[in-house]
């Protein structure tokens, strides 16, 4: 009967026989004449007491459950189906615009000001990496989006002077001859910002397409775990001539 209103099966029938009884009834009577498990009987009992449908009440220490009276479950479940007709009625639908463009920009200085700006509206996490010397000009945000409780992560190829708790430092090997200039920006793990130096001009990208943000997020700390490693075994590395041969081929 109340599946017909949404309710499962096992709650229609347990429904049907406390109804149908004169009198309250005990968990077993109920399984009985319900053919509902004796292992499912009290978690549906719950669920239809949680939704105003019966009365349960303790004598001579057994739990007696009963229905509510039919008019008043009919009463109950109409003002439901109103209420719930209202709030479709106002409900407004909209769908939220996915923007997975990839967009290309040219011009370091350009490029500069677009990292700022997407830095700027960073509320809960940005990891940035790149040179020491292009790091500075926006050092000053990053320490103040750390003070403001964001978490911030840096990874400079070169020293760098700051307060930032999580700083990452490669030094760049002199032997090390296709390291080329780049800086990665990550803002909240849902934008970035990307640019390198290609023919002695910077050029970059900015998008918030889903897959490109996980990939260069993990391009980062690829970086990250990199640059602890080696720091942390340098001489061991360096004497092994497969693995240092590996790491002088790197770009970034």
């Not at 319900?34 to 009440?57: C, F, T």
Request: hydrophobic letters at 40%; charged letters at 30%; zero cysteines.
């Amino acid at each position: 009967m109340l599946q017909k209103f949404g309710f499962t099966q096992y709650e229609s029938q347990v429904f049907e026989v406390l109804t149908a009884s004169t009198s309250p009834l005990d968990a077993t009577t109920i399984v009985k004449y319900s053919q509902v498990p004796k292992s499912k009987v009290y978690e549906v009992l719950n669920r239809l007491a949680d939704k105003g449908l019966i009365l349960s009440s303790f004598t001579d220490r057994k739990k007696l459950y009963t229905a509510l009276p039919l008019e008043t479950i009919i009463e109950k479940l109409t003002d439901e189906f109103q209420t719930n007709v209202e709030e479709l009625k106002s409900k407004k639908y909209s769908l939220t615009p996915v923007d997975d463009r990839v967009w290309t920009i040219k011009n370091n200085k350009a490029i500069s000001s677009l990292t700022k700006q997407t830095l700027s509206k960073a509320s809960r996490s940005i990891y940035f990496s790149g040179w020491s010397d292009d790091l500075l000009t926006i050092l000053p945000v990053l320490e103040e989006k750390q003070e403001n409780g964001l978490e911030v992560e840096v990874m400079s190829i070169g020293e760098i002077d700051t307060i930032l708790e999580n700083t990452h430092t490669l030094l760049p090997d002199e032997r090390h001859e296709a390291l080329e200039r780049y800086q990665l920006m990550i803002a909240d793990e849902k934008e970035l910002v990307f640019a390198g130096v290609e023919h002695g001009e910077w050029q970059g990208i900015q998008t918030l397409s889903s897959p490109l943000v996980k990939f260069f997020t993990e391009f980062f700390f690829h970086d990250v775990a990199l640059a602890e490693i080696t720091h942390k075994y340098e001489d061991t590395l360096m004497k092994d001539e497969k693995i240092k041969n590996i790491l002088m081929k790197l770009r970034y």
